[in-house]
Nanobody, 123 residues
Framework: VQLQASGGGSVQAGGSLTLSCAASGRTFSSAVMGWFRRAPGKEREFVAGISRIARYYIDSVKGRFTISRDNAKNTVYLQMNSLRAEDTAVYYC???????????????????WGQGTLVTVSS
């Protein structure tokens, strides 16, 4: 199983980016898929997750980020708008194959991880 994340880059504050994470080797249409990030000097934190029936976001990205999935492409996306300097981090996609409805935020819950893509927001 491989998760290939892409779409990171450098933008100015207020700008937008869309991250993609394509999975191969296994179909994840029923699994929970999530995005995490690790800012410099900080722990990895949950950002957003999507199950078959729900989406969940941390408070700091609500209204600015949108997570979506295309099961036909086995891909999850993270549309990021109104980016702020504090969004600067390496973003990782992940898959929780055990759960299908409950979106958990603990990294150890997730079974597969992408390699990370760097998002840099300049103020």
């Amino acid at each position: 199983v491989q998760l290939q994340a892409s779409g990171g880059g450098s933008v100015q504050a207020g700008g937008s980016l869309t991250l993609s994470c394509a999975a191969s080797g296994r179909t994840f249409s029923s699994a929970v898929m999530g995005w995490f990030r690790r800012a410099p000097g900080k722990e990895r934190e949950f950002v957003a997750g999507i199950s078959r029936i729900a989406r969940y976001y941390i408070d700091s990205v609500k209204g600015r980020f949108t997570i979506s999935r295309d099961n036909a492409k086995n891909t999850v996306y993270l549309q990021m708008n109104s980016l702020r300097a504090e969004d600067t981090a390496v973003y990782y996609c992940a898959v929780d194959v055990l759960h299908t409805s409950v979106i958990l935020t603990t990294p150890k819950t997730y079974d597969y991880w992408g390699q990370g893509t760097l998002v840099t927001v300049s103020s």
